[in-house]
């Protein structure tokens, strides 16, 4: 049995970024870019204004109410050819607009008094020069870096990319990932179960977990206890990138995923590591195919996924960092442990003005799956811990839906 560090160096060792293909700008979301990508020019092109109000030459203005004669107007999306601002003249300027040359600032129009039969305006400041200027090349140079290789895409990036003319994207592709469900109790969500049987709720949850990744499951369905059924579903699993199987990875004589995979020319990298829940967490390697064997129990598959899973996606989809965030959360009460292994507990954390805040949530066990729904993260307590209390600091991995429970919400 290994510990956990020692299971993510594994995985991290037999993986690595898939190869690059290029995509447009609309199908970037989620993705991961595989180049740099520079500015196509300066960002803003041209000295341009931040206000709406008037272009003028500060040293027109040494004191406040002196008036300058208006002697047109720039737009944004206009060139301000033919509009030029000599001594004693202003022209109206909007948000956007390029500065006209001989201006070098811009008066807001809240600061502004036009006399219309005049065709004068006066100002009750004396600006300085550059004042509510955008200047030319102030947010980017041409030929500067825009994002980085291994950038996340999303809304922000996609706006950078769109603001630069980069709508062709290369970026890592995406895993193809399979799921098989395994075992006789198992039956799908819409059937009404027998005493003895389970509906699939693990095919649902790791569906939704790699839709949150923005990767699209494909669920091979149920493998019975029947061997030749279960080497058939592998054998199609394992055309994907990484191939999740749940159930049948323990020591049990119906336990068959172990002999199976093997059978099938899988190399195992790892059975069994020191956690709680999910001690019986098996990874393996098929050509260019990853297997995680996540224990049958809701609770355990929600973890190991979370755990080891995610980042293994993460990685195989270029993130220069792959690995789980954990952060300091204080315990607002104690929890109940057993010590020997790391153990992720179930916990519902909340934002105070202390700081973050973790309560256990109450849990039968690993085949609670209704558990998972009252929490919002794990606590993660080290395998030397006994029952850690009120006041106890740790760390811990929060999920997805955290906003909603931030304020004690929910």
């Known amino acids: 049995m290994i510990d956990v560090e020692q299971a993510l160096a594994i995985l991290e060792q037999e993986s690595e970024a898939l190869a690059a293909v290029e995509v447009d ?62 001594a004693g003249q202003a022209a109206r300027i909007y948000t956007g607009a390029m500065l006209p040359a001989g201006a070098d600032t811009v008066v807001m129009i809240e600061r502004a008094r036009e006399d219309g039969a005049a065709g004068t305006v006066s100002f009750d400041v004396a600006p300085t020069p550059g004042r509510h200027v955008r200047g030319r090349g102030q947010d980017l140079g041409r030929g500067e870096t825009v994002l980085c290789a291994s950038t996340p895409l999303h809304a922000p990036q996609i706006a950078a990319l769109a603001s630069v003319g980069h709508t062709r994207v290369r970026v890592h592709r995406r895993p193809t990932v399979y799921i098989v469900s395994t075992g006789d109790e198992i039956v799908e969500p819409e059937r009404s179960p027998e005493p003895h049987q389970v509906r699939n709720s693990n095919a649902a949850t790791l569906s939704a977990q790699l839709a949150e990744m923005g990767l699209e499951p494909r669920h091979l369905g149920i493998a019975t206890d029947d061997r030749e059924r279960l080497d058939e579903m592998l054998a199609r699993g394992l055309a994907g990138d990484l191939l999740l199987v749940t159930g049948g990875v323990s020591v049990g004589a119906y336990d068959r995923v172990p002999q199976a995979l093997e059978d099938a020319g899988a190399r195992v990298l790892f059975h069994r590591v020191a956690i709680r829940p999910g001690k019986p967490m098996l990874a393996a390697r098929a050509g260019n195919c990853r297997i995680l064997g996540l224990p049958g129990n809701p609770v355990s598959t929600y973890a190991g996924f979370a755990v080891f899973g995610a980042p293994l996606l993460r990685r195989m989809m270029g993130y220069r960092h792959w690995k789980n965030v954990e952060v300091p959360v204080t315990l607002g009460e104690s929890f109940r442990q057993r010590p020997g292994r790391v153990t992720y507990h179930l916990a519902r954390i909340e934002l105070r003005p202390e700081g973050l805040v973790a309560r256990p949530v109450k849990s039968t066990g690993s085949g609670d799956v209704l558990s998972l729904a009252r929490a919002n993260g794990f606590v993660v307590a080290p395998d030397d811990a006994r029952d850690p209390g009120v006041g106890t600091r740790l760390p811990a991995l929060l999920w997805r839906d955290f906003a909603r429970f931030g304020s004690g919400e929910g």
């Open 25 to 86: 700008l609309c199908g970037a979301r989620g993705a991961v870019l595989a180049e740099r990508v520079v500015a196509d020019r300066d960002v803003p092109p041209a000295d341009c204004s931040a206000m709406d109000g008037f272009a003028v030459r500060a040293a027109d203005l040494p004191e406040p109410d002196r008036s300058l004669r208006i002697v047109g107007e720039v737009r944004a999306g206009q060139s301000p050819e033919g509009t030029a601002i000599e």
